[in-house]
């Protein structure tokens, strides 16, 4: 079965979408209509040159959802998915690729987001922090351990997990982890305590946006972060994706179980070559490719 994945923030790099804006009439209408709903115009931080404006959440999260969800309609017939999953973010991608929302419907909703979650870093400032070489069940030991907000957050793949949280607590953790046989601790250039209970704000403010937007089902499985197991049922899909935001992201939770559920290939669609790298480190076995 083929499944397809959609990268989050992160994979971002100045220039990304004008090979598609110069190469498909759609994926210019696509920009052009991107640029009225957000209220300013992406597409010229987009193919810039500046990767620190690229860099503001504003921008970085309604730029890769454009990327990955107009090159998922040019790709026409070479997109046919049995089965879905996002990375953070990226399920937003998902969900309009299987027609769950409207490509105008996704992009409101992440442009809701992603200033939401500004919000929410501002009023409550964290960091994030990348550990590598422990068992999961040892990182989420020395978190609930640790005084303060710090949780495990994406389990990436096996060894590698990100925890977020308050930055004094991110830190102590960062110390203790390194005790416990990390191989490294490595605290992230981002801008906020993401998938962590600092977000809540930003989660109470989505879910108002997401409740009062229209959600079809799929066309096929929607493989979510929270659950970690494929969704159809428009209301699950929806619940799903408030929670995500203080919830940790399963991601290598998830791929295993696409895998069991029959998934032999795996192509990414937008951005980079993340999620191809992580499925092979879950399950070196797995054809993979990337669409970008």
């Given amino acids: 079965m083929k499944a397809y994945v959609f990268p989050g923030q992160g994979a971002q790099f100045p220039g990304m979408g004008k090979n598609l804006f110069e190469s498909s009439m759609l994926a210019k209408e696509r920009f052009l209509q991107a640029n009225e709903i957000l209220g300013f115009n992406i597409t010229k931080v987009m193919f810039g040159n500046d990767s620190g404006a690229l860099k503001e959440t504003r921008v970085t999260q309604p730029a890769i959802f454009l990327y990955s969800t107009?090159?998922?309609?040019?790709?026409?017939?070479?997109?046919?998915?049995?089965?879905?999953?996002?990375?953070?973010?990226?399920?937003?991608?998902?969900?309009?690729?299987?027609g769950v929302l409207s490509f105008k419907d996704g992009l409101k909703l992440v442009k809701e987001r992603a200033l939401a979650m500004q919000a929410a870093c501002d009023q409550s400032p964290g960091t994030m922090a990348a550990i590598l070489g422990l068992e999961d069940q040892v990182v989420e030991s020395v978190c609930k351990g640790t005084a303060g907000v710090v949780i495990a957050a994406n389990y990436n793949c096996p060894g590698q997990l990100v925890i977020s949280g308050s930055k004094e607590a991110v830190d102590k953790t960062c110390i203790a982890l390194k005790e416990a046989g990390a191989k490294r601790a490595l605290v992230l250039p981002v801008g906020g305590a993401f998938h962590s209970p600092l977000m809540e704000p930003a989660k109470k403010h989505l879910a108002s946006a997401i409740e009062n937007t229209v959600f079809k089902s799929p066309s096929c499985a929607v493989y979510q972060n929270v659950c970690a197991t494929g969704v159809i049922d428009s209301e699950k899909l929806k619940a799903n994706l408030i929670a995500q935001l203080t919830a940790p992201v399963y991601w290598s939770q998830t791929i295993k179980q696409m895998i069991t559920d029959g998934a032999t290939h795996f192509t990414e669609v937008g951005p980079g070559k993340v999620l191809q790298g992580l499925v092979k480190k879950i399950d070196r076995t797995i054809e993979t490719e990337s669409e970008n």
């Fill in 70 to 98: 107009i090159l998922s309609e040019i790709m026409a017939n070479r997109f046919r998915p049995e089965m879905v999953a996002g990375h953070s973010l990226g399920e937003f991608s998902a969900l309009v690729s299987t």
